[in-house]
């Protein structure tokens, strides 16, 4: 089994000083892979600072280069350093219209680009309550496998985000997460052999109390983290949860 990968997500978080100590704090852990995914501005920064941790971004755009004012292409991205970028984040599909076909479109970008996509997906509440969960996701995915084609599944993360426990304090239960992550790799494993290997990681309300439970659960290689990134202590205790349920 691939090491375990835990992603920091600072979201629209930041400020030049006070990133320099966060992430000073923040280094590799053996046994597991650790990146940051920081604003723009800050790639240069965090590419310069961090030793033995992946720089990442939080979103890209769908387009090369020209004329498409205030993007951010995926080849800049690797121009910088940068190794990951989420894409598909729900805060993206929800506050910035980012449907299913355009986050297929940025996951292509990432992967022309020889970036690795880490492509979210996760229901609401209402979908969850209506007994759609994996269906949700399952045309989540399909909207990304129409355009990259099954054979660049393997080259991707996925990371399972239910959109009702983003910032909510309380994070998935281990067995819900079980249950949809076993769903999420039986539909990759059935698009092409080697996608049943991608890592699937959860994201939502992890914190550093619950993370241990968390990452032995079943299916789980690694999570996407929120809030808890942003605090030095906490993100690392995180990652070495996440060594400890490697069994390193
Ligand atoms: P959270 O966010 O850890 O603050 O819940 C997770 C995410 O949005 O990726």
């Not at 990968?5 to 704090?25: C, D, I, R, S, T």
């Not at 030793?51 to 769908?62: F, I, L, M, N």
């Not at 355009?102 to 229901?123: F, N, Q, S, Y």
């Not at 054979?151 to 983003?166: C, D, F, K, N, S």
């Amino acid at each position: 089994m691939a090491q375990k990968l835990v992603v920091g997500n600072w979201k629209l978080n930041g400020e030049l000083a006070a990133n320099e100590a966060l992430l000073g704090a923040i280094g590799a852990v053996a046994g597991v892979e650790v990146a940051v995914c920081v604003p723009f501005p800050y790639l240069a920064q965090a590419a310069a600072r961090l030793r033995g941790v992946a720089p990442g971004a939080q979103t890209v755009s769908e387009f090369q280069s020209g004329a498409y004012t205030g993007e951010v292409s995926a080849e800049m991205l690797a121009d910088l350093g940068c190794r990951y970028v989420i894409v598909g984040h729900s805060e993206r599909r929800a506050l910035f219209g980012e449907d299913d076909a355009t986050v297929g479109r940025k996951t292509a970008a990432a992967l022309r680009a020889g970036l690795a996509p880490i492509v979210c997906v996760g229901e609401s509440l209402a979908e969850r309550e209506a007994g759609r969960a994996l269906e949700v996701v399952e045309r989540q995915l399909g909207a990304v496998l129409a355009i990259i084609g099954a054979r660049m599944l393997a080259r991707l993360a996925v990371a399972y985000e239910p959109v009702w426990a983003i910032g909510a304090g309380r994070a998935a239960g281990v067995e819900e997460i079980r249950r949809m992550h076993a769903g999420i790799r039986r539909w990759l494993g059935e698009r092409d052999a080697a996608a049943a290997s991608v890592r699937v990681l959860y994201g939502g309300s992890v914190k550093a109390d619950n993370a241990t439970a968390l990452f032995a659960a079943p299916g789980v290689d690694g999570g996407l983290i929120g809030g808890a990134s942003l605090v030095a202590d906490d993100f690392m205790s995180i990652c070495r949860a996440a060594a400890v349920a490697n069994g390193a």
